[in-house]
């Protein structure tokens, strides 16, 4: 049996649980999220508590366990917790600003770069150098944070450039003068 999903999911305090037979639905103080759990997955309700079963051990239903477990333990730890994604900007010039659910980017572009939040994610600048992502919705969430990744990417040499603020860039050596 998978690991990941023979661990019951406990159900925190504030968060409203709906089973209609696929079809999960997760409501919290954070927001409310729903989910299909494939077809030969099944869930249930035990106490304070989401089992998520498979009716045998074939290798395409142990796979789907253990996904479809994880899943719906983000949707759960989003609604009550939230989750939160940290960048930072690394260069001479470079900065940062939100004006309402607009992010603007100075990158060493001509132009500042303008990016529109998704529905469900927040962001809050310190230092204009440190942006903070907050949302719910952990698959969003992490696509939002590699967008605004990709606007400018850190480079190997001065490492200039927007990275996860845990990311580690392996740094080259430049050219040398012999």
């Known amino acids: 049996m998978s690991r990941v999903g023979r661990q019951p999911i406990p159900i925190p305090a504030g968060v409203q649980v709906q089973i209609e037979g696929q079809a999960v639905s997760v409501k919290g103080p954070k927001g409310h ?3 299909r759990v494939p077809a030969p997955i ?3 309700r035990d106490g304070d508590q989401l089992v998520v079963e498979r009716p045998n051990d074939s290798r395409g239903n142990r796979a789907l366990h253990g996904t479809s477990r994880a899943l719906l333990a983000n949707l759960v730890k989003g609604v009550s917790e939230g989750f939160v994604r940290k960048l930072e900007i690394n260069g001479v010039g470079y900065r940062a600003a939100v004006q309402g659910s607009s992010l603007t980017l100075e990158l ?3 132009h ?3 990016y529109d939040l998704p529905a469900g994610v927040t962001a809050e600048v310190e230092k204009n150098v440190l942006i ?3 949302g ?3 698959h969003v ?3 939002t944070a590699a967008k605004i990744r990709s606007f400018r990417p850190p480079e190997p040499y001065k490492g200039k450039g927007i990275k996860y603020a ?3 860039i392996r740094r080259k050596v430049g050219k040398k003068n012999v």
């Open 33 to 35: 999220h729903q989910f």
């Open 166 to 168: 845990e990311e580690q």
């Open 136 to 138: 719910s919705d952990k």
């Open 132 to 134: 903070t992502l907050m």
């Open 108 to 110: 060493g572009y001509s």
């Open 42 to 44: 099944t869930v249930r």
């Open 112 to 114: 500042p770069v303008k």
């Open 141 to 143: 969430l992490g696509e």
